[in-house]
Structures are given as structure tokens and as C-alpha cells.
């Protein structure tokens, strides 16, 4: 990826990092390499990029026989946090921790504006 849009896709983390309740944010190939992430120091990057991808996976295989297998998102909740994986493209995935009480909807929102950045930045 060009050092133009890896700059650029690290001011967008760092614009949606800013919205309330978002802990942390990666976005991850769908090997678990890490691209660009915002997250806290206590977080292992490359473990959180690797075992969210590993998820992401597993529930797209669960889930192939279904009659619409494609995974737009996979939501897991936590005792204090909840993380959600959401689908950029075929090969990139945004991982996203948050506080438990967020308002699921704003941030879905918030997601899928980013999630639309991310691809015109690195369709150029």
C-alpha cells in the first residue's frame, strides 16, 4: 500500500478514534497482518489484528451453507466491552473495540462512513 494511503488511512482511525465510547480501532488483512491501528498500549496489535481475522473466518466458514453466507459484521459482547468486525473488502477487515453501553446504531453509522473512506483511499 503507498505511504500516501497508509497516511491517510491513519488520520481516518485517528478521526473515528475520536468518537465517544471506541476504545480502539485496527484495520487488518484477512491474514491478521496489521495495516494501521489505533489502540490501547495494553493491547497486543499484532494478536488482536491476527485473532480477529481468525474470528471473522471461523464465522464465515460456520456459515457458508446458509442461503446468503457473505458476513457483513460479527458483534461479540465482553463483560465490559464489546468488539465488532466489519468487512471493508475481500481482503481488508476493521476491527473496532468499544464501551458496552454504546449506542450500537450511531456507531454502525460511524462504521459505515469509514468503511467508505477506507475503500476510496485504497481504490486510488
Do not use: C, H, W
Request: hydrophobic fraction near 45%; aromatic fraction near 6%; charged fraction near 25%.
Amino acid at each position: 500500500m503507498k505511504n500516501l494511503a497508509t497516511e491517510n488511512l491513519n488520520k481516518e482511525l485517528e478521526r473515528l478514534i475520536n468518537f465517544s465510547d471506541i476504545i480502539g480501532m485496527a484495520l487488518v488483512n484477512r491474514n491478521g497482518l496489521l495495516i494501521s491501528s489505533r489502540l490501547p498500549r495494553d493491547i497486543d496489535e499484532r494478536r488482536f489484528g491476527a485473532l480477529a481475522a481468525a474470528m471473522f473466518e471461523a464465522i464465515e466458514t460456520a456459515t457458508s451453507s446458509l442461503e446468503s453466507s457473505q458476513v457483513r459484521n460479527l458483534t461479540i459482547e465482553y463483560e465490559n466491552y464489546q468488539l465488532i468486525v466489519v468487512e471493508v473488502d475481500e481482503n481488508i477487515i476493521l476491527v473496532s473495540l468499544f464501551d458496552l453501553q454504546v449506542d450500537l446504531g450511531l456507531v454502525f453509522i460511524e462504521i459505515e462512513e469509514f468503511v467508505n473512506k477506507v475503500k476510496n483511499i485504497i481504490s486510488k
